[in-house]
Nanobody, 121 residues
């Protein structure tokens, strides 16, 4: 059974860098052809796709967040990590990691449980 689990601080101060890790068990993040994604949902709003790192290590970021986003991976730990820089209170959201089967930002077959991140001083 494949599982995804997010981890990281729940509180980040404005202007700092948010860093979250997704640990995958039951499958390798190098397995073709999966796209390991980050998605967020602010309270009372819809889901927002942040980006992905795929099975080969290639990345894609949604244009609105591209300048502040970096997604990397550690294949030895079977983990991938989100870094979002220069955060503001508008970045407060529940952050999810998920497995995308097509790389289009909409075909998710597995999700982590999500982790609340609050940006506040």
């Amino acid at each position: 059974q494949v599982r995804l689990q997010e981890s990281g601080p729940g509180l980040v101060k404005p202007s700092q860098t948010l860093s979250l890790t997704c640990t995958v068990s039951g499958d390798s993040i190098t397995t073709k052809y999966y796209y390991w994604s980050w998605i967020r949902q602010p309270t009372g709003k819809g889901l927002e796709w942040i980006g992905y790192i795929d099975y080969s290590g290639s990345t894609y970021y949604t244009p609105s967040l591209k300048n502040r986003t970096s997604i990397s991976r550690d294949t030895s730990k079977n983990q991938f990590t989100l870094q979002l820089s220069s955060v503001t209170p508008e970045d407060t959201a529940v952050y999810y990691c998920a497995r995308d089967t097509a790389g289009h930002g909409s075909d998710y077959d597995l999700w982590g449980q999500g982790t609340q991140v609050t940006v506040s001083s």
